[in-house]
């Protein structure tokens, strides 16, 4: 506890400075978010068409989930330099695999006889993707944008290794310095920031889930 005291003594001693840190993490995390979702959903969206592209598109993607984050931060330094980019290629890249996944699954996973009775009701093949299979397959869309979120926010940290700023510098800064207080106070508000931003998404995914219907 006496710990704990002692970081919040040291956040609000700093609270210029971690507000300025906290800004620079969500907007990083914020950015890679949406443009990892204008790339990588649109994937998931081909790849549930089915066909050659399926198999290679799953593969590319499946391949960025055993590539580390930092190792990616590290290889696009000698093409983006220090900095923002190299971090917003690297998360986006990071938030790609459960986007396309997940969409991928969500299309697959629709009735097809819905699909059907939605010919059947005269819709075309565009009416009933956008009015049908997306609504459907939306809150496993969502999840995986939850789960893309997560993963960005945590590893949004590794940012200060390439001078990006956010919450990531009070870790590294911990760890150098051997400070405490510092260490856990980029720790607490990662871990805030991600649950706050995976509660937020599970509410949203259950707003959009339709309705359970019991047995009769």
Request: glycine share 8%; net charge neutral; aromatic share 6%.
């Amino acid at each position: 506890m006496e710990l704990l005291s002692e970081t919040w003594a040291y956040v609000v001693e700093n609270q210029q400075r971690v507000q300025d840190a906290l800004i620079v993490h969500i907007s990083l995390s914020v950015a890679a978010l949406v443009l990892a979702m204008l790339i990588f959903i649109p994937l998931g969206v081909l790849a549930a068409r089915g066909g050659s592209l399926t198999a290679t598109i799953i593969s590319v993607v499946a391949a960025f989930r055993v590539i580390p984050s930092l190792a990616v931060i590290l290889l696009l330094l000698p093409f983006f330099g220090l900095g923002w980019r190299p971090a917003l290629v690297a998360l986006t890249v990071l938030a790609g695999p459960p986007l396309v996944l997940n969409t991928d699954a969500g299309i697959r996973g629709v009735d097809p006889a819905t699909l059907e009775a939605a010919t059947g009701l005269g819709l075309t093949n565009r009416q009933r993707f956008w009015r049908v299979t997306m609504p459907l397959a939306l809150p496993v869309i969502i999840a995986g944008i939850r789960t893309a979120a997560v993963e960005v926010i945590a590893s949004a940290t590794l940012a200060s290794f390439v001078g990006a700023g956010g919450l990531g510098d009070f870790i590294t800064s911990g760890v150098t310095l051997l400070d405490e207080r510092t260490l856990l106070t980029g720790g607490i508000l990662v871990t805030l920031l991600a649950l706050s931003t995976e509660a937020g998404l599970s509410l949203l995914e259950r707003r959009v889930s339709p309705p359970r219907t019991n047995p009769a």
